[in-house]
């Protein structure tokens, strides 16, 4: 099942930074919308902004630089992140990161 996200809203990029998953991580990201930029064409896409960014100046435009990368790319004023359909279920609401970090034991 496909999850639906809001726009503007905030969620969780829980992952761990070891092939043991011992060294958890998570990035806050606020997300952008699908598809946002006018023009391009392929399979779908979800966009998110780094929370540090996003909370300094505000959402990114959605008109892309030219020579932008489609892969996440770092740019001066903070991160975008792109998502395929697969690669976006791992992103949590704080409902949902709650739930999984209470699974793990974590206070």
């Known amino acids: 099942m496909m999850k639906s996200f809001t726009v503007g809203q905030l969620y969780f990029l829980y992952r761990f930074l070891d092939d043991g998953c ?3 991580t998570i990035e806050s990201l606020f997300f952008l919308g699908e598809n946002i930029f006018p023009g ?3 399979p779908d896409r979800w966009f998110f902004q780094d929370a ?3 909370v300094r100046g505000g ?5 892309r630089p030219s020579g932008l990368a489609r892969e996440s790319s ?3 004023e903070g991160q975008l992140w792109e998502f395929t359909e697969d690669q ?3 992103l949590l609401s704080a409902t949902e990161l709650g739930a ?4 793990l ?3």
Do not use: H, I, W
């Open 74 to 76: 770092k740019r001066p």
């Open 59 to 63: 959402p990114f435009s959605t008109e």
């Open 52 to 54: 540090a960014s996003y």
């Open 40 to 42: 391009e064409e392929g």
């Open 105 to 107: 034991g974590a206070d």
């Open 100 to 103: 999984k970090l209470t699974s």
């Open 88 to 90: 976006v279920q791992d």
């Open 22 to 24: 011992v060294v958890p």
